[in-house]
């Protein structure tokens, strides 16, 4: 499985951003998609997840201004990031579960300025 990641970019806070997830290979619509996020000096967190039945979770640190989605017949997975703050600044990197494997994208740097 590849997953490649996109748009991200500079945003001023309280603007938005969609990003993007496009996975090739496997078996799409069976994997559990999530999105982490890692800020400079800090650990990869959890962000949302999406699991193929569309249960969906997010970090209480998100919730409420942040949407994922899913797109079995396109093989994307989306996260809709509003009200932006600067402490959302990180790359953030696009997951699959798939059965038993994990996988990861290269990452797409979202910067958040005061």
């Known amino acids: 499985v590849q997953l490649q990641a996109s748009g991200g970019g500079l945003v001023q806070a309280g603007g938005f951003l969609r990003l993007s997830c496009t996975a090739s290979?496997?078996?799409?619509?069976?994997?559990?998609m999530a999105w982490y996020r890692q800020a400079p000096g800090k650990k990869r967190e959890f962000v949302a997840r999406?699991?193929?039945?569309?249960?969906?979770n997010y970090a209480d640190s998100v919730k409420g201004r942040f949407t994922i989605a899913r797109d079995n017949a396109k093989n994307t997975v989306s996260l809709q990031t509003d009200s932006l703050v600067p402490e959302d600044t990180a790359v953030y990197y696009c997951?699959?579960?798939?059965?038993?494997?994990?996988?990861w994208g290269q990452g797409t740097l979202v910067t958040v300025s005061s």
């Open positions: 997951n699959a579960l798939d059965g038993e494997d994990f996988y």
């Open positions: 290979g496997g078996m799409f619509r069976f994997m559990t």
């Open positions: 999406i699991s193929s039945r569309g249960v969906i």
